[in-house]
């Protein structure tokens, strides 16, 4: 048997509406990408969702938007993927790494408490696997400190923590439709807020600075209104070629509809993972899910021994992970680094393993047996 990591999972849904898109014959920035937000906006209650090409670009824009001073400081996660600290430096900012809690591997408050000084501008909470960040504390001790809240929510899609869905919590939530995620538009994403200051620049800096519905002017070009300048636009602000085009969205409108459906069946493999592995010794799992609660991208343990049973599941045809080497002991980030002690060890002792919503009770009972197997033949004979 070969288990995957990570899998889409798309098929004729997916195709009829990419057949819609071409039998239009508009795949740029287009109705379908409108529709899209709109079903996003409503989806998360939000005043406003724009579409971009990924969750890299949405944490880019986010932080742009802002004008923060050349130098001043973002407080993020150690253990994120690169986009949430990439982002910062892009912005010309610096990345102040804070330690996981070793419970939830969230962001620690209380190291963010002691990393934060006056120079900090914004932090960025990463709902890790789709693990709620405790929301309900961070923010008034954000605004308590005048910082603005980006919410990376690549790991999640559609959770509701404390009656608030994620994402919709700080100023500004960011979305990933990457091909491993909740669901996904090969690559994409999406952007939230509610703040009115930020909605016109937002459009614009996602279309190179244009802010001009592309799909409206087209239809200008020959419509009744003889007058109308349809050709104007104005460049007022810096803008980046960050849109999402309407086949990323026509795949997303699909995948949008079965997202329920999908978090459902990740909920349930999750459950059978836990129940699975309960009580085999030198394992447990990474965090404290709650797969009734929460949606989560990544299931994965703890374990003793990591590397030897990565390769003997390897050997069975299981594919596993590592999510993620610290960003405080990447070699880019060295300048601002290694000061993010607990993660920087205990990752060490971390294995993502298969999730994805076509997975199958039988694989996934072949990955516990696998574990199993190990502990009995491995760990028992030392
Ligand atoms: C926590 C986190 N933030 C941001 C991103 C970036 O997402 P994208 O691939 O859509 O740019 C990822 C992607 O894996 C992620 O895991």
Redesign the pocket.
Known sequence: MNVRLFKPSVGEAELQMIREAFDRSWIGLGPMVNEFEDAWKDFTGSRMAVGVN??????HLALALFRFPEGKKVLVPSL??A??ATAVLYNRLIPVFVDSDPVTLCMDLEDLERKYDRDCVAVIP?H?AGHPVPMEQLMPWARERGLKVVE?C??TAGAIYQGKMLGTWGDIG?Y???E??LMTTG???MMVTDDPDLFQDLKAMRWVGIDKDNWKTAQQYTTANRDAMHWFYEINVLGYKYNMNDLAASIGLAQFKRLPEMSRRRSEVIRQYLDGLEGVPGVEPLLPFEPEKYCYQMFGIRADRRNELMIHLKSKGIATGCHYTPLSIQPLFGPWGHNCPFVEAEHERFITLPLHADLTDEEVEYVVEGIRAFHVEKLVSY
């Open positions: 990924s969750a890299t670009a949405a944490l994120t993927f986009a949430t990463v890790y990376d690549a790991h960011c990933s439709f990457e491993k995620k690559d994409g994403g």
